[in-house]
């Protein structure tokens, strides 16, 4: 396809940061495009089979406490999230709930396949956290333990799904992730370090990521590319 028509199909104002970065070489500004989607693809993925662990993980820590229906029960008249100050929640759970059993497909595996990357995210919050019986942090057995300069707290683990949350954002809303961020520039460092970042709490529940995710990880190789762009 030609520059004219690429940039008729998906706005010059969509393209402006491309060809600025590509020193406007409109050829690299095409190529680089096509790897950034390739580049949200690759991270998509490991994002996604990263979602679907920590959801996991955290429904086998509570189903023996709270009961094989603690998510639907946490929203019941005096369950665990009904506490105001965890409405917004509350009201996630219920939406999902509501949509199920109208459908008549209610089940306790499709309302926790329902929930947002952010219900779980708040899990470790600090009254998500203790209203399920402050005992989270088992999803990751082998982080390490805390020192006088830093806390493995839930706190912590909370801060690092929250820069999961928005790298999931920001490629679910078509944002550029192969540039400094608010710059015309490319830089696949960001995605490196959330990259580093994800394999990290994989390995901190136990899991062998580079297993799991054999044939579907491409990630370096396609930052590897775009910087071959600068």
């Known amino acids: ?42 991270m998509f993925t490991i994002v ?28 019941l008249p005096n369950g665990i999230f009904t506490n105001g100050r ?24 499709k309302l926790i396949a329902e929930m947002e990357f952010g219900v779980w ?9 203790r209203a399920t019986g402050q005992r989270l942090l088992r999803v990751f057995p082998y982080k390490p333990r805390s020192s006088a300069s830093t806390q493995y707290n839930n706190s912590y683990i909370f801060n690092e ?9 920001r490629i679910a809303h078509h944002e550029p992730i192969c540039f400094k961020l608010h710059e015309s520039e490319i830089d696949t460092s960001y995605i490196i370090n959330e990259y580093q970042k994800i394999q990290t709490l994989f390995s ?9 995710l054999y044939g ?3 990630v370096q190789s396609v930052c590897a590319k775009i910087n071959s762009l600068k």
């Open 204 to 212: 901190w529940m136990g899991i062998d990521s580079h297993s799991m």
């Open 216 to 218: 579907l990880d491409h």
């Open 1 to 42: 396809m030609e520059y004219p028509e690429f940039v008729r199909i998906l706005s010059s104002q969509r393209m402006k940061r491309y060809t600025e970065a590509t020193l406007n070489d409109t050829r690299k500004a095409m190529a680089l495009y096509r790897y950034n989607l390739r580049l949200s693809q690759e």
């Open 161 to 169: 799904l929250d820069k999961v949350n928005s790298l999931r954002n």
């Open 48 to 75: 996604s089979c990263f979602e679907v662990a920590l959801r996991n993980a955290i429904d086998a820590q509570l189903v023996p406490t709270l009961g094989e229906e603690w998510l639907k029960n946490a929203i």
């Open 121 to 129: 995210k708040y899990m470790f919050s600090s009254l998500q956290y």
């Open 86 to 109: 965890m409405n917004e929640t509350k009201k996630i759970i219920e939406r999902a709930y509501d949509r199920l059993t109208r459908q008549g497909n209610y089940s306790h595996s």
